[in-house]
């Protein structure tokens, strides 16, 4: 990861200032590097040993890619914050924010291009654009108190989980793994992000921002139809109609909004439904991991998996 780190740093450097300026705010204030990971993780898991450059390089552009969708989300969702810092688009303005996303979008591909494996390009061009899809997707049901389980999976798979399955899947392309092996991270990596992407939710409504690097209840607060909020309309139907209609339909939400909505989803039972539902996605991703031999790289896999839910636990 120090080789996947100093990669990430060399490549996005440019003539011009704002650039490394903005991009840096982002990247160099941490964030846990899970995607890049699981890329060098899963070629590992495979059975490469020594040098795994096309593993790195791949890993590297994994970060970019994710990196720029962060820097895009920001401005679509006007957020303040972005692991603990305040948001590029705050300091730089929307427009810069936008244009440097689109600058680390291309030199991901300079990356993909470099190892000369068309297979592991394939996959993370693809998952580029079903990351679009899915933003699309969210965008146009944000508000949608009708927004039904498996639309909500749907879209929480284009958005946040088919980029942990191309990490995986690709780090397994750039070592030359079996067809079986690869199959098997794509779907470690898919359940993982889903089970990711669902913590994350609960801790919307039960964590705090040291542990978010956003603001709690920023979900709430820019009206986003999540999981949680979802059962927890669906378990007060009839008798919290007129307020989940002001603050999620209508947008008028007061200061004390949140903490009340805090407390409808933990008292219905929704955040624990949500954390239950995440436990069995992290079970999927373990169980997917069986056809890999034992290994040190493969349990740290399945721990990784456990982390995923118990961090919003």
Known sequence: MRAVDALILARMQSDVPVIPMLAEHLIAAGGKRLRPMLTVAAARACGATGAIDAPLKLAAAVE????ATLLHDDVVDTSDL????????LIWGAP???LVGDFLFARAFELMVETDQMRALGI???ASGVISEGEVL???RAHDLNLDR???LQIISAK???LFAAAAEAGAVGVGADEAAVTALRAYGLNLGLAFQLADDALDYGGASETLGKNAGDDFNEGKATLPLLLAVARTRGREDAFWDRTISKGQRTPDDFRRARELVIGTGALGATLDTAG???DLAKAALSVLPPSDWRDALESLADFAVSRAA
């Open 150 to 152: 498996d639309t909500y």
């Open 160 to 162: 946040t989980a088919e």
């Open 138 to 140: 969210q965008l146009t």
């Open 280 to 282: 069995e996605f992290a």
């Open 124 to 126: 993370l061009a693809k």
């Open 82 to 89: 972005r692991r603990g810092k305040v948001a590029a688009h």
């Open 64 to 67: 970019f890619i994710h990196t």
């Open 96 to 98: 810069s924010s936008v």
